[in-house]
């Protein structure tokens, strides 16, 4: 009976990951500001106790439960995209996720986060102009 139980609170723990990255990733991707990302992890903490607080007569269930706020931490960071606080030392000490590193020191995040909110288009980075017109006139000059 205890290797039965054992694999259904690891399957449960598994679970509960899947989930919570889920749904971290989903809120993770609505939050503008850092603040906003942090209330989100506070919020994450406190449901978790909550649902630990109303299952505490069942521990198979605890497995699902700590999965459920590990992978909605792990999910609000990767959703997020940019690296704060404690994820800023651990990406830069394993060298990993350069492209939040990249954002959170550049500070390009918010404003991407912003656009990606209001549904704006991305800046252009290059020339957008109608080079048909002058096509032969570039390529004398490039000569």
Known sequence: MGAAFFICALLLLLFGLYVGFSIGSHLGERACTTADYWKLNA???????????????????????????????????????????????????YN????????????????????????????????VADDAAHGDDNARNAR
């Open 43 to 93: 919020g994450a903490i406190v449901v978790t106790v909550l649902l630990s607080c109303i299952l505490a007569g069942l521990p198979l269930l605890y497995g699902a439960i700590i999965g459920l706020l590990a992978g909605c931490i792990a999910g609000l960071k990767m959703g997020f995209g940019e690296s704060s606080g404690p994820w800023r030392a651990l990406d830069r000490f």
């Open 96 to 127: 990993i996720n350069k492209a939040h590193r990249d954002a959170a020191e550049s500070g390009s995040g918010a404003a991407r986060r912003r656009r990606k909110r209001t549904g704006a288009s991305a800046p252009d980075v290059i020339s």
